[in-house]
């Protein structure tokens, strides 16, 4: 006959143990759900468009440091050629001046008095005397010349290798801000990835829609631009339109915000610098009433440009994952100054 036992009870203290135990998992987990709640698309999408700016001022520095190393460096190599040719003046008097001493020690060192009471043609000797005398006079004279400015291009060069050894920290401190900001980005793309398929759709479709409405549908006014060139700029940028954002891009294919308007005015003739904290400084300073078509537009701090297209309008690279597009100047942000080139 099987043996019915009752099942073990378990002990008060460890009901206890287990139920402080599965009441702290609750209270973690509904912690954790208060603690990070899942975003809405809306804050995904404002999140992404914030990091898009902070990158965008990022590879602006980074771009600037990059062209203050490549002047820098030209003006090394500059200083270096100098330096290059003085050594070699110098070795050359140098060469000249071991001629002299070793025709005094063949010579014997001679004492000058002695030598014109031996000379069988005193009055040659008095003129190779002075001659060799005039000689030495001025080759020392070069030769003190010469080493003056030795010392003087040897104390540039380091200068300037000081200075370039300046930037290229603080390229490398930009390039690992630029990093983080790429992480940040990561980061963002993972909280849409959070969204459903469906959410990721709209928002792909709301950014292609913007993009493709502000390439198409654009009504610019009748305003004339203030100069042929900036008419021309803005021309070259409107052949660009429907090309592809690429942080530090400077064309044909890609751009980045200064990328752009530095390409567009190259092809009406005209040499823009690099970045917009430098492109700020190449033209006249003007403000928004004053705006016409071709002129800079500056926003937020000077991490954004673009070139004005009239109405209101802008035409520029906006962000990471967009396209170089029309837009109106109220959806971009801070406005600066404008600059006329």
């Known amino acids: 006959m099987a043996s019915h036992r009752r099942p073990k009870q378990p002990s008060r203290a460890r009901v206890t143990v287990l139920t402080a135990t599965a009441a702290a998992a609750v209270a973690l ?12 698309k809306s804050e995904v999408k404002a999140k992404v468009d914030k990091l898009h700016h902070e990158a965008e001022e990022a590879t602006e520095q980074y771009n600037l440091a990059e062209e203050q190393r490549e002047t820098l460096q030209k003006e090394i190599s500059a200083l270096q050629d100098k330096v290059a040719r003085g050594q070699e003046e110098l070795n050359t008097l140098r060469d000249s001046i071991g001629s002299v001493a070793s ?17 069988s043609d005193p009055d040659d000797y008095l003129d190779k005397a002075s001659v060799v005398d005039q000689l ?17 291009l040897a104390q540039e060069r380091a200068e300037a290798t000081a200075k370039l050894a300046d930037l290229e920290d603080v390229r490398k401190t930009l390039g690992e801000k630029k990093k983080a900001f790429q992480g940040k980005l990561a980061e963002a793309q993972k909280l849409l990835n959070t969204l459903t398929a469906e959410e990721r759709a709209k928002m792909q479709e709301e950014e292609q829609r913007a993009s493709r409405a502000a390439g198409e549908r654009v009504d610019l006014g009748n305003e004339v631009p203030a100069s042929q060139r900036g008419a021309a700029a803005l021309a070259a940028a409107d052949t660009q339109v429907g ?9 044909p294919n890609s751009y980045d915000c200064s990328g752009l308007t530095q390409w567009a005015y190259r092809q009406a003739g005209v040499s823009l610098t690099r970045t917009t ?3 700020q400084n190449d033209g006249v300073k003007i403000g928004r009433s004053q705006l016409k078509p071709g002129d800079l537009v500056f926003f937020n701090g000077l991490s954004h440009v ?12 906006p962000k990471p994952g967009a396209y170089v597009r029309y ?5 971009l942000g801070t406005f600066q100054f404008g600059v006329r080139v």
């Not at 987990?29 to 809405?40: C, E, H, L, R, V």
Request: glycine letters at 8%.
């Open 243 to 251: 090309k592809p954002y690429v942080s530090g891009a400077e064309g």
């Open 327 to 331: 837009e109106s100047m109220d959806w």
């Open 103 to 119: 025709a005094q020690y063949r010579s014997g060192g001679m004492d000058p008095s002695l030598q014109l009471f031996l000379s």
């Open 306 to 317: 673009g070139l004005y297209a009239g109405n209101n309008t802008v035409l520029h690279a």
């Open 277 to 279: 904290y430098t492109q």
């Open 136 to 152: 030495s006079t001025k080759q020392a004279e070069v030769l003190e010349t010469i080493q003056s400015k030795q010392r003087t």
């Open 29 to 40: 987990s509904s912690q954790t759900a208060q603690a990070d709640p899942k975003p809405s």
